[in-house]
């Protein structure tokens, strides 16, 4: 009956660590802005960014990657050794990170829960899971950045790349096969939050960033310059 408790109060506390908008307080204290009234109305490092400038974004990032990291710390406090109840704190970490009950709003007579897109909380919980994972996901995830040109792809291949990582590592025996329970539900997750950039991405309108923004710049430039 203790355990059964712990795995509740593990949980529950993954949700609301992952509900902690960073995003929103960090823009607040610097220049007083909601971030949800800025670009797409996200809480997360992106958005950040567009509200307050680079620092701001960065550090929000960086909050949100360690809040899904530290669901590992609180699982090994009140529950150590099970893997299942890891995966479950990380991924709760980002749904909490995506709909913040403390960001829970009325919004025409409706409930709505609001937050980010749910990536650098990914990375985090990945990193609960498996702390060397940094070194994979990061580099990979600047290159799709870089040269796929789109922040919302760039999102979605953090859980990718974590679920082809522990795909690898379960085949070799060197992780449980639970952990890429992690990185498929991860995915879902992210993909459901990133709807309306998925559909832009299918019209074509959706935001270039990286190389191929620069790219697109100069072509248009000497489109327009020939």
């Given at each position: 009956?203790?355990?059964?408790?712990?795995?509740?109060?593990?949980?529950?506390?993954?949700?609301?660590?992952?509900?902690?908008?960073?995003?929103?307080?960090v823009?607040?204290?610097?220049?007083?802005?909601?971030?949800?009234?800025?670009?797409?109305?996200?809480?997360g490092?992106t958005?950040?960014?567009?509200?307050?400038?680079?620092?701001?974004?960065?550090?929000?990032?960086v909050l949100?990657v360690l809040?899904?990291?530290?669901?590992?710390?609180?699982?090994?406090?009140?529950?150590?050794?099970?893997?299942w109840?890891?995966?479950?704190?990380?991924?709760?970490a980002?749904?909490?990170?995506?709909?913040s009950i403390?960001l829970?709003?009325?919004e025409?007579?409706?409930?709505?829960?609001?937050?980010?897109a749910?990536?650098?909380?990914?990375?985090?919980g990945?990193?609960?899971?498996?702390?060397p994972?940094?070194w994979?996901?990061?580099?990979?995830?600047?290159?799709?950045?870089?040269?796929?040109?789109?922040?919302s792809?760039t999102?979605m291949?953090?859980?990718?790349?974590?679920m082809?990582?522990?795909?690898?590592?379960?085949?070799?025996?060197?992780?449980?096969?639970?952990?890429?329970?992690?990185?498929?539900?991860?995915?879902l997750?992210?993909?459901?939050?990133?709807?309306?950039?998925l559909?832009?991405?299918?019209?074509?309108t959706e935001?270039?960033?990286?190389f191929r923004?620069k790219?697109?710049?100069?072509?248009?430039?000497e489109?327009?310059n020939n």
């Amino acid at each position: 009956m203790l355990e059964i408790g712990n795995i509740t109060l593990t949980l529950v506390i993954a949700y609301l660590m992952g509900s902690i908008p960073f995003g929103y307080l960090v823009v607040k204290i610097i220049n007083g802005r909601d971030v949800r009234e800025v670009a797409s109305g996200r809480t997360g490092g992106t958005n950040a960014m567009r509200a307050a400038g680079l620092g701001a974004g960065v550090f929000t990032a960086v909050l949100d990657v360690l809040k899904g990291a530290a669901t590992a710390w609180v699982v090994t406090w009140l529950v150590s050794g099970q893997t299942w109840v890891q995966v479950g704190a990380a991924l709760l970490a980002i749904i909490g990170h995506n709909y913040s009950i403390f960001l829970l709003k009325r919004e025409n007579g409706r409930w709505v829960f609001r937050g980010g897109a749910g990536g650098a909380t990914c990375l985090g919980g990945a990193i609960a899971l498996w702390n060397p994972i940094i070194w994979i996901i990061l580099p990979l995830a600047l290159l799709v950045y870089l040269f796929v040109g789109y922040a919302s792809v760039t999102t979605m291949s953090i859980a990718f790349i974590a679920m082809i990582v522990f795909i690898i590592r379960a085949a070799l025996g060197l992780s449980p096969w639970v952990y890429v329970v992690y990185g498929a539900f991860a995915l879902l997750v992210l993909i459901w939050a990133l709807r309306p950039n998925l559909k832009r991405l299918f019209e074509g309108t959706e935001r270039v960033v990286g190389f191929r923004a620069k790219w697109l710049k100069k072509k248009v430039y000497e489109k327009f310059n020939n």
